[in-house]
């Protein structure tokens, strides 16, 4: 039975493929029955065209023409090819180019300790519009993240850095871009924000996810609302204080897991450019890091028609000639970094190296290889200085062996460092836990001129200051604040807040003191570690310092990243911030081994007692028989084996 379904099957599927063919070939013979037509009528056509041609052959020359480039394309295919040109050159004309550009430099200084101070800045700007709540759905440079944040909270300027360190002013100079120790917050929102404590607090989450920190720890009672010490960086004339926010946590540690997310924001990430150089190993193995993040609004040209928003982000790193286990003065980006470079982000318009050899114009101090002719001068912090430039872009920079590996070999220690002009100590005097007095020393060591500088110190509720001892001395002589802005503190609420316009008089020390008594917290808001103290946040010193040579104010102009973020205004002075150490306080402490105690004498005390009882309660007494003798157990043995009783 199978077998016939099988033959029938065959024979149906030969049948059909007869028929197709068939119908096939009689598809052929109808077109070329018509092909043989048209053939015909296009020889009749060819005769009535020659008679026409004798006649009027300039004509008949512009018409054929004619009919031969329509024979050649279709109506419908030139119709479609037009409007398919059209399309395209309006498609062409339609795509936005690229109004984003990224830049890249790393900025190395061999100071004369020995250590090498590098600076990594990584610049986006983008030319869009955040401020009038237009939705930006494309991002090809700037971080999508950053951007989301900025439409979603209204942010008008963004301003993080995460420092593990000091940063020691009198051994190493002024730092590019400074930064306290812990985790410094400061925001300017737009003036349409109508609850800015809650958009601040919502923001402080988001942040706390995006860089794995805890910034979520930021409340009412570590911000404040400095009313002249934090101007906004970029353009915009609404200096309302209200819209501005600063924290600080000076106990935040900087690890691998926040320096992950910070380089995924870079438009090549890790994988190339200078970023290779960012290994976390070597990066937390050195006596100071900074990483930091600045957004805001900036101009495109001088007269400020066009804006764009700028994403700086920035790494300073110092490492230490003794903690690098180097026996022998020689440093290079493999020794640093343990990595060299092979190539620039394939998207950086541009990426450089500069090496400050201001201090060593004939090699006498120290030796830099390969050499470049490439040099480049520019004015930061107030002082000319001169740099050796390698341009990434440029194959030439990476040699024969497609590799770059700076040398710095040390000839001779000798030198004198610029004494910084402006620098401040900070620390705390006193006995006992009850009271206690904070000085904040400010050095002026310019020799004949003096300008003003604005202090700021945010100093956390339970350290009680008493304002009516505020003192402020320069020279041994009674220094009067041109400005003072204070704001009391709320018990687990806020902060105090204490800003003051002092005069430093020339080569001199002024010296800020203030009273404060210690506040005995609950138990429940001690540290797990009471007894190593609670830290209090580093005082922020802002002036206008004058500057050795002329600035330069146009702020168009190309200029290496390391020396253009903070506006200049005037050629006489340049801007400086400058941090003080966070302070280590002690508070009065209980002793939290005396809970531990009473529990457990109370465990003890009630396991015996309660076990003695429960054991009382439960336990049953049986009258135990004595085990009989030896002999009695083989008598039992026996008379039980005779079928007798046992005894």
């Not at 004369?112 to 101070?117: K, L, R, V």
Request: glycine residues 4%; neutral net charge.
């Amino acid at each position: 039975m199978a077998a016939h379904r099988c033959s029938q099957s065959v024979w149906l599927f030969l049948l059909f493929s007869l028929s197709v063919f068939l119908i096939s070939d009689s598809q052929e013979t109808r077109l070329t029955d018509d092909s043989h037509a048209s053939v015909l009528d296009n020889r009749q056509v060819a005769a009535e065209a020659a008679k026409q041609t004798a006649e009027h052959p300039a004509a008949e020359e512009r018409r054929w023409e004619a009919t031969d480039v329509k024979e050649a394309i279709p109506d419908d295919a030139a119709d479609h090819k037009q409007d398919t040109s059209a399309s395209n050159a309006e498609v062409l004309t339609s795509i936005p180019q690229p109004k984003d550009d990224f830049r890249e430099e790393l900025a190395i200084r061999p100071l004369h300790s020995g250590d090498i101070y590098a600076s990594f800045q990584f610049r986006t700007l983008w030319e869009t519009d955040f401020m009038r709540g237009n939705k930006v759905s494309h991002y090809r440079l700037f971080p999508k993240s950053l951007g989301q944040v900025i439409s979603k909270f209204s942010v008008r300027e963004l301003h993080i850095s995460f420092t593990q360190g000091y940063w020691r002013t009198m051994q190493w100079g002024q730092p590019f871009l400074p930064s306290p120790p812990g985790a410094e917050l400061w925001v300017w929102f737009q003036d349409s924000v109508t609850d800015v404590d809650a958009t601040w607090k919502e923001l402080t989450n988001v942040l706390s996810g995006i860089f794995c920190a805890s910034l979520n720890f930021i409340d009412s009672t570590n911000t404040v609302q400095p009313s002249a010490s934090f101007k906004p960086l970029g353009i915009g004339n609404v200096t309302d204080h209200r819209f501005l926010r600063y924290a600080t946590l000076p106990r935040e540690i900087v690890c691998t897991e926040n320096l992950t997310p910070w380089k995924k924001l870079l438009p090549c990430g890790s994988k190339a450019g200078l970023a290779v150089l960012l290994k976390s190993e070597k990066l937390f193995h050195s006596s100071f890091h900074s990483q930091a993040v600045h957004i805001r609004p900036v101009c495109q040209d001088w007269q400020c028609k066009t804006t764009s928003w700028e994403l700086r982000q920035t790494l300073n790193v110092v490492f230490d000639l003794h903690t690098s286990g180097q026996s022998k003065r020689e440093w290079s980006l493999f020794k640093m970094f343990s990595r060299t470079l092979s190539e620039a982000c394939p998207l950086a318009s541009s990426s450089k190296i500069y090496i400050d050899i201001t201090d060593n114009p004939q090699e006498e101090h120290f030796e830099l290889s390969p050499a470049t002719s490439l040099l480049s001068q520019a004015v930061v912090l107030g002082d000319r200085r001169t740099f050796s430039v390698y341009d990434l872009t440029q194959p030439i920079t990476f040699g024969t062996m497609r590799s770059l590996n700076l040398l710095i070999r040390w000839k001779s220690s000798e030198g004198d460092m610029l004494r910084p002009l402006l620098h401040a100590e900070r620390y705390v005097a006193g006995y006992g836990l009850q009271t206690g007095e904070i000085h904040t020393l400010m050095y002026n060591n310019h020799p004949f001129r003096s300008f003003p500088v604005l202090l700021l110190d945010s100093v956390p509720w339970y350290l009680r200051l008493y304002v009516h001892t505020l003192t402020v001395t320069s020279k041994g002589k009674d220094n009067k604040p041109s400005y003072i802005h204070y704001q009391p503190s709320k018990d687990r609420v806020r902060p105090h807040l204490l800003e003051m316009l002092v005069q430093l008089p020339p080569h001199s020390v002024t010296e800020v003191t203030v009273q404060f008594e210690r506040a005995l917290l609950k138990w429940t808001e001690y540290t797990p570690d009471p007894n190593h103290g609670f830290y209090v946040g580093s005082s922020i010193i802002s002036s206008l310092v004058p500057s050795a040579v002329a600035m330069d104010t146009n702020i168009t102009q190309e200029q290496p990243l390391f020396s253009s973020f903070f506006p200049c205004k005037e050629e006489s002075s340049y801007f400086v911030r400058v941090y003080t150490e966070p302070l280590l306080v002690n508070l009065p402490t209980p002793d939290f081994s005396m809970p531990y105690n009473v529990i457990c004498l109370t465990c003890t005390v009630v396991a015996v007692g309660y076990g003695s009882l429960y054991n009382l309660l439960t336990r049953s007494f049986q009258i135990e028989e004595p085990n009989p003798g030896l002999a009695k157990r083989i008598a039992n043995i026996i008379r039980k084996m005779r079928g007798v009783p046992p005894l």
